[in-house]
């Protein structure tokens, strides 16, 4: 295979990098949501990520409606791995807070049913 052939395969992987996302119960109506992505992902690639597993997790828990009650974003210096890690608070319909929280539903778009069917992304792409 020539030398161009392997630069531009190597780059493509690169830009879909891996990503891995973990959910933790904290409470009945909060969770946390931690995902690792790769260098090539950047910080918003991992925040991206982290946010689509958070309305995923909002509409597999019967819910829509949704706050970040914690954002924080850290870098490992030397692995160049980007870290997100969110708390999501789950807002009742019909409650004070649910005409200012986010739909997860208009999160993933039109077409969330097959968003949440596939699941959290593994690329930040």
């Not at 995902?35 to 918003?44: L, Q």
């Not at 914690?70 to 649910?98: F, L, Y």
């Amino acid at each position: 295979m020539p030398k161009t052939t392997l630069t531009l395969l190597a780059g493509l992987i690169l830009l879909a990098a891996c990503a891995q996302t973990t959910v933790q119960q904290m409470s009945r109506d909060t969770f946390k949501v931690d995902t690792s992505a790769a260098p090539a992902c950047g910080p918003s690639g991992a925040r991206n990520v982290a946010f689509k597993a958070a309305a995923i997790e909002v509409i597999r828990k019967g819910g829509d409606k949704f706050i970040l009650a914690d954002d924080r974003t850290n870098m490992d210096g030397w692995s160049g791995t980007h870290a997100q890690g969110m708390i999501v608070k789950m807002i009742p319909e019909g409650s004070r807070e649910a005409s200012n929280a986010l739909s997860a539903r208009q999160t993933l778009g039109a077409d969330w049913r097959k968003v949440v069917e596939k699941g959290v992304p593994m690329t930040c792409s």
